[in-house]
Structure formats: structure tokens, C-alpha cells
């Protein structure tokens, strides 16, 4: 079946430093990808979206690419802010079945000292 | 883009009594929306899918008849958790698709209701 695989956290970075969290998945098909953010206390907010091979969603300086050969949609940000420190979710969506809800990886927790 | 709004916020009640959760599409007719479970460690859990005008859709493990759940219309959703004890506290997070964007597969989330059940 389908399913989200996301890097183990906590990460733990300075400000300034570059971040990635690694993401990959498993999909028959071609499903869209995507990358959510949930700051302490509050709902899921889409942070990017790729729905196609190669696409590069972007957002707030957060990067991800999506790449078919690697099944990965790897996250990065050239330069983290203490104001980034959330839990951030990879996701996808069913190809197959466009109704159902999201699949999640279990999301990665990070947080970024001044 | 598409707006969910959750209520309430945070609730606290007596172990033995009920809690509805509302979840609200505010911009948009949502025939679908989806509740999740948030346990301390982060992991999002689907518990039930919610269809307007018809019977919810529960994921494996779920009890229904502890979780109720109506999409009585296109913008309004509920859970209730039934007779509550305190390992139902948790966040709880609903979403929804606007049809608009059912090609990319995006949901929408509300704020998340932290239920806390003493």
C-alpha cells in the first residue's frame, strides 16, 4: 500500500544553519506530494505541493523537489530561523483513489536555537 | 486558499460525559471531510472519513459508537466523543477537500481540539 516514510527527529539546528529532512514514500501511480507544517497548539498548514515528477514546490524559503527515480520529496531551507521551529509532516495523495485523505509520514520535529 | 475552522478550541470535561466537536468549511462546500486523531508523539491517526448526507467511513480500530461523527451539510461536520474517559484525551484534527482542488489531493485543516477529559 501507500505510504510515507520521514527522517526520525528531533533536529535540532542553529539559526542561519541549513536544514533537510528526508522524506520518501511508497505509491503505485503518481500521487501529489506534500509538505505541512504544525506550529505548537494549532492545526496542519500546507507549507508546499508538488503534483508532478520534477515539480519544485516552494514556499517561505522551504524548497522541496519531487523525484520520481528516488521516490523522495525531500525538504530543505538554505538558512532556518528560530521562527521555523515546528513539527513538519510529509505527505501524499492517493493517485488511484482522489477522495481519500491524506497518508503522513510521522512527522519530524524541529527546533532552531538563536 | 481554503478555509477550516474547528470549535472549540480546547475543552475539558468530566470522565462519563459527552464532547461534539464542530469543524466548519467556511469558503467552500466540502462533500468530504476527514477527522484525525494526534497522539503525543506527533503521528496523525485517520479515524473516520465524513461524507455529507451519508454514513461516515471508519478506519480499522475506531470505535463508531464512541466516535460519532455527522456531515449533516456541505460545510458542517461534528464528532462526538461518547461517554468520554481519559484515554480519549488528545488532539483531535479535522480536515476537509475543497473541490476545487481535488486533482492535487490537498486538504485543508482546521486548528485541532485539544479534548482533555479528567
Known amino acids: 500500500g501507500n505510504s510515507v516514510t520521514q527522517m526520525e527527529g528531533p533536529v535540532t539546528l542553529s539559526e542561519e544553519a541549513f536544514l533537510t529532512i528526508n522524506c520518501t514514500y511508497t505509491?503505485?501511480?503518481?500521487?501529489?506530494l506534500f509538505w505541512y507544517v504544525q506550529y505548537p497548539g494549532e492545526g496542519l498548514q500546507l507549507l508546499l505541493k508538488a503534483t508532478k515528477a520534477d515539480d519544485k514546490g516552494s514556499n517561505k524559503g522551504f524548497e522541496a523537489t519531487y523525484r520520481k527515480e528516488t521516490t523522495s520529496f525531500h525538504l530543505e531551507k538554505g538558512s532556518v530561523q528560530v521562527s521555523d521551529s515546528a513539527v513538519y509532516f510529509c505527505a501524499l495523495s492517493d493517485p488511484i483513489q482522489a477522495g481519500t485523505a491524506l497518508i503522513f509520514g510521522k512527522g519530524t520535529t524541529l527546533s532552531v536555537s538563536s | 486558499g481554503a478555509v477550516v475552522s474547528q470549535h472549540p478550541s480546547w475543552v475539558i470535561c468530566k470522565s462519563g460525559t459527552s464532547v461534539k466537536i464542530e469543524c466548519r468549511s467556511l469558503?467552500?462546500?466540502?462533500?468530504?471531510m476527514f477527522w484525525y486523531r494526534q497522539f503525543p508523539k506527533q503521528s496523525l491517526m485517520l479515524m473516520a472519513t465524513s461524507n455529507e448526507g451519508s454514513k461516515a467511513t471508519y478506519e480499522q480500530g475506531v470505535e463508531k459508537d464512541k466516535f460519532l461523527i455527522n456531515h449533516a451539510s456541505l460545510t458542517l461536520s461534528t464528532l462526538t466523543v461518547t461517554s468520554a474517559h481519559p484515554e480519549d484525551s488528545s488532539f483531535y484534527i479535522c480536515?476537509?477537500?475543497?473541490?476545487?482542488?481535488?486533482?492535487?489531493?490537498?486538504?485543508?485543516f482546521g486548528e485541532g481540539s485539544r479534548l482533555t477529559v479528567l
Open positions: 480536515s476537509a477537500r475543497d473541490q476545487g482542488y481535488t486533482n492535487t489531493g490537498e486538504l485543508f
Open positions: 505509491a503505485t501511480g503518481y500521487p501529489s
Open positions: 469558503d467552500f462546500q466540502a462533500t468530504t
